[in-house]
């Protein structure tokens, strides 16, 4: 069950970054969203790093690594925007970015790990048991 779980979030982030990756180089900016394009940015980023931290998605790196995977993927995405006839570069949305991993850390990760189907895989030594099974 656990490891059922952990793959299950993986393939969710896999997802995640996929439609992310999609709206962010075809779509018009402000098409869809939250009312606020920079709020769309932090919830977004929010999300993959909760996606990150509970599928622990660098097995062999400690948890906090999905961060920074996260964060080098926002720039990337940033930078192939200027590839497009409709987005720019935008230091803005990678601030915005900055701030959904940060929310996500602070805020959002200490009432995760209280979700009953959470609890168990927030902690070290559950992911070192896992690890061991993969």
Not at 82 to 88: G, H, K, M, Q
Request: charged share 15%; proline share 4%.
């Amino acid at each position: 069950t656990q490891l059922y779980l952990i793959w299950s979030f993986r393939i969710k982030f896999i997802l995640e970054i996929g439609m992310l990756s999609w709206r962010g180089l075809t779509e018009e900016p402000h098409s869809i969203g939250l009312g606020w394009y920079k709020l769309n940015h932090i919830a977004a980023f929010a999300v993959l790093a909760g996606l990150a931290w509970i599928s622990d998605l660098v097995p062999n790196k400690p948890k906090y690594f999905g961060f920074l995977i996260i964060f080098v993927y926002g720039i990337a995405l940033e930078c192939l925007q200027t590839a497009t006839t409709n987005r720019v570069f935008e230091w803005s949305d990678i601030a915005a970015d900055t701030l959904g991993i940060t929310i996500y850390a602070i805020v959002l990760h200490p009432i995760a790990v209280r979700l009953p189907i959470l609890k168990f895989l927030s902690t070290d030594n559950n992911s070192s048991a896992l690890r061991s099974i993969e």
